[in-house]
C-alpha cells in the first residue's frame, strides 16, 4: 500500500519502520526535517496526493482539514495503535484516564510481573504499541497505557481488559470540547467484546456511563472498596491503606483499579497485594526529590492538568510553595484556589500560562511571578522555612519551555540538588 505516516516522534517512526518493513511504499512527514528514509516536509499538497492509508502520530490532530479531505476521497486515516490491532498478538489490557494513567499501568505491568505472568508494558508510556508487535506473544499480556489522542481513531482494536480512572476537563485545545474528549475516552469500552471486562470508577460520572457503551462484565471500583482502614477485592480484605507505598487517596483508586486489571489477568489476591507493598512510584508523579534543611522537594511534573494538580495537593496538609504553569490547554484554573488558600504559602507561576493562572487565583493565595523554573525554584527555596514542602505541580503542559514533562522534571531535579549539594558545602 502507498502509506503517509504522520508526525516523526516515536510513534510514528515505529509506524514507519513497521510498514516498511511489511512492503508498503512509505514517506514520512512532519512539520519539521527529519532524517528518516522516505521524508518529505509537510504540506497540504502532499496530503491530497494519491494515498491508500494515512497514519497519524498521537500528536496530530485527527480532525486536521487536510485529513478530512482524505477521508472523503475515501482514504483509509488511522493511528498507531489502530495500525497494530491486527497484528499485535495476545490478550490486552488498556487503561485511560485524565490522570494516573502511568502509575496504574506500570502497578499493574509491575503485579504481573511479580506473579509470574508473562508482560510487556507500553503504549503512552515507553514503546509505542506498533513497535510492541514484534516482541507479542499469545500467551502474554499488553499492558497498554492509552491516551485519548490514541483513542480517537480507534475502530478495531480491542481492549479484553479495559479500565478508566476518571474523566475530567483536559485537553481542549485539542478535542475541542469536553464532550469530544470523553466520546475519546469511551472509544475504548465500544470496540470490546462479551467476555471482556471493563473496570470503571464507580464515583466519576462519566466513567459511569461508559458502562453503557460496552458488552463487557462492568467492575466498579471506588470508595465502596475500602472498609477498616482497608482496600477490599471481591469481598476480601487485600491491603491496608497505610501499607500503600505512594501517597494519596487517588493512589489508592489507582491501586484499586490495577488490582482488578491484575485479577483479570489471573493474579491471586495475595500475590497482587505483595506487589503492591513493593511498588515504586513513577518517576515525575510526586516524586519525593530532597529535604534541604526542613525543607522537602517534590516533583510531579506530570501533573499537566488542572484536576492532577488539585490531586497533588490533596495529598499534603499545608505549607506549600508550588510551581504552577507551561503551555495552558484551555483550562480553568479558578477551581484550584480553595485548595491553594487552604494549602499554600504561595503559588511560584512559570511559563506562557503565567498571566492567565494569575488573575484566575488572584486573591486567594500570594503570587509570585518567577517566569522560569530556575527563578521559581530559587525564589521557593529562598522564602522557604523548615516544615515547608516545594512542590512542582503545573497544571500544564510543558511545551512552551521544554520538549516534554520528564525534560522539566528533569531539570527540577537537578536544579534541587543543586540546592542539596550548595547547602551541604555550607555545612
Known sequence: MKTLVVGMEKSGRAAAEFLRARGDEVTATD??????PGFRLQSDELFD??????????????DLPALERGRKRGVDVIGEVELAA?????????ITGSNGKTTTTSLVGHILK?????????????????????TSREEQWNVLELSSFQLETIRTFRAHVGVCLNVTQNHLDRHHTFENYASAKGN????????????LNAEDAVCRSFAMLTPAETFWFGKHMIREGAIWLNGQWLIDLDEIPIPGMHNAENVMAAAAAAHFAGASRDQI???????????????????????????????????ATMKALDSFAANLWVILGGKDKGSDYTVLRERLHKKARAAVLIGAAEEKIASQIEGAVKVIHAGTLDRAVAEAWAAAEPGDTVLLAPA??????????????QFFKELVNGLANGAAAKD
Open 31 to 36: 512539520l519539521k526535517p527529519q532524517d528518516v
Open 114 to 134: 511479580s506473579a509470574g505472568i508473562a508482560t510487556q508494558v507500553g503504549g503512552n508510556i515507553g514503546k509505542p504499541v506498533i513497535a510492541m508487535v514484534e
Open 273 to 307: 497485594a505483595a506487589a503492591v507493598k513493593t511498588f515504586k512510584a513513577v518517576e515525575h508523579r510526586l516524586e519525593f526529590v530532597a529535604d534541604i534543611d526542613g525543607v522537602k522537594f517534590y516533583n510531579d511534573s506530570k501533573a499537566t492538568s488542572v484536576d
Open 49 to 62: 496526493e494519491a494515498w491508500d492509508r494515512i497514519v497519524i502520530s498521537p500528536g496530530v490532530p485527527a
Open 188 to 199: 475504548l469500552f465500544r470496540t470490546q467484546k462479551p467476555g471482556d471486562h471493563a473496570v
Open 86 to 94: 491486527p497484528f499485535i498478538k495476545g490478550p490486552v489490557i488498556g
Open 396 to 409: 500544564c503542559a510543558s511545551f512552551d519551555q521544554f520538549r516534554s514533562y520528564e525534560e522539566r522534571g
